[in-house]
């Protein structure tokens, strides 16, 4: 039960703060979801024979709860993610220009967040969550477009996690976001993204996890016109997406890949009544080497299929990561 709970708290977070980055059009939104993955998802994802930090605890309602959280009413954690890899389509282009700017990326980001500690609801363990972060993107080819389009992001969230007695969480949440352009320090990015979803996890043994996701969020998105669009909220959109994700141990190596199907209706501007279909693939092969610093390597496909069919894109990213984190 240790490494179900352990799994399903490190899924949630994993797929619950989407933040946006700056776009040079509207295909970019889908690929900024993907590549920003959210720190709060390693508060719990600790070398797993630290398992005296990875317990939970049931209620009287039969749910678990972290032992964590439970000992000490509330938890911090803060620190740094370093990643560098490939991208093969950086600016999300459907034309010939993208085998031109493929480029590797090297991507920073501080971090910290808290958990506020636990609420027994009889029914259900309610657990909420606050947290920021800091990042910049730098593109490394020496390109003066891609030059251009290095940027820096800021993100806030704060979500409320319940989790029942059979197996099911749920959770809602809120991010809000900005991209400011490294060059000028100009703002061409803000989006503020209510979302809910629903998980079912499970577990084989031991050593093998799978989860299923499934929710919905609207991208209230303010885009700098000259991006792309005719208006400030031509990116606003409504997402339906679901997910499964499996997690594989062996020995100090977890294998995790995961399937993602996104659905997303635009709302305004000139992406008014289009409609985009996104499939996304990834593989992540992760170790601790301690308790606090964990080194990655993951491959990462997107594909997206536009109504208008003028924004279908594909894009993969192959690369590296090192992360650094202290909690108490």
């Not at 339906?240 to 997303?264: E, N, V």
């Amino acid at each position: 039960m240790k490494t179900l709970k352990t799994f399903l708290v490190i899924s949630l977070f994993s797929s619950s703060v989407i933040a946006q980055n700056s776009a040079n059009n509207s295909n970019k939104n889908a690929l900024r979801d993907r590549t920003y993955k959210p720190e709060a998802a390693t508060v719990f994802g600790s070398d797993s024979s630290k398992n005296d930090q990875l317990d939970v605890s049931e209620s009287d309602t039969g749910a678990q709860r972290p032992v964590l959280l439970k000992k000490n009413g509330l938890s911090y954690f803060f620190g740094y993610d370093s990643k560098l890899f490939y991208q093969s389509n950086p600016l999300a282009d459907s034309t010939e220009l993208k085998s031109e700017i493929a480029t590797g990326v090297w991507k920073s980001t501080f971090f910290s967040g808290a958990g506020l500690g636990v609420i027994d609801m009889d029914s259900f363990i309610l657990t909420p969550y606050v947290g920021f972060s800091l990042s910049s993107t730098d593109y490394i080819k020496s390109d003066e477009l891609l030059n251009e389009q290095d940027y820096e992001s800021t993100n806030a969230y704060a979500l409320l996690l319940a989790q029942f007695g059979n197996g099911w969480s749920g959770k809602v949440g809120v991010s809000y976001s900005s991209d400011y352009l490294t060059s000028d320090g100009e703002e061409v990015f803000k989006e503020f993204y209510p979302n809910f979803s629903l998980m079912k996890s499970y577990t084989i043994n031991d050593l093998h996890r799978g989860s299923f996701e499934t929710g919905v969020g609207f991208h209230n998105s303010d885009v700098d016109p000259m991006l792309g669009g005719d208006d400030i909220d031509f990116k606003r959109n409504l997402d339906l997406f679901a997910s499964y994700a499996f997690s594989s141990t062996f020995g100090a190596i977890t294998l995790s890949p995961k399937y993602k199907i996104s659905y997303r209706d635009y709302q305004n501007g000139s992406n008014k009544e289009r409609n985009d279909l996104i499939h996304e693939l990834s593989l992540d092969c992760s170790a601790y080497l301690t308790s606090y610093l964990k080194i990655s390597t993951s491959i990462d496909y997107i594909n997206q299929d536009d109504s208008e069919d003028d924004a279908d894109y594909e894009n993969y990213d192959v690369g590296a990561s090192i992360n650094l984190m202290a909690r108490f």
